[in-house]
């Protein structure tokens, strides 16, 4: 039972772990929407923007790198570097 439930708690943990990393997508803005605080990529990929996190960079056609973070199997952007 000691094993069993020491597994549980490993597996547990091991996707706590997990979902918390950030990873990175880039790209070119199709559409910005500052009010629902989300851009759009030209692939299709909706990127909502987290609060504290500036937008006042982001515009269409812009190439764009971002740090994100699924939340409610939304990308939640943490960081963003837009390219001049």
């Known amino acids: 039972m ?13 996707i706590g772990v ?4 950030a990873e990175d997508l880039t790209g070119k803005i199709q559409s910005v929407d500052t009010t629902e605080r989300v851009f759009v990529l030209d692939d299709g990929t909706k990127v909502w923007v987290a ?3 500036p937008m006042d960079t982001l515009k269409e056609g812009a190439s764009v790198k971002a740090s994100y973070e699924e939340r409610d199997g939304k990308k939640i952007a943490t960081s963003i570097e837009v390219a001049e």
């Open 18 to 21: 997990t979902a918390a990393w």
């Open 51 to 53: 609060e504290g996190v």
């Open 2 to 14: 000691r094993t069993v439930l020491g597994i549980a708690l490993a597996l547990l943990l091991g």
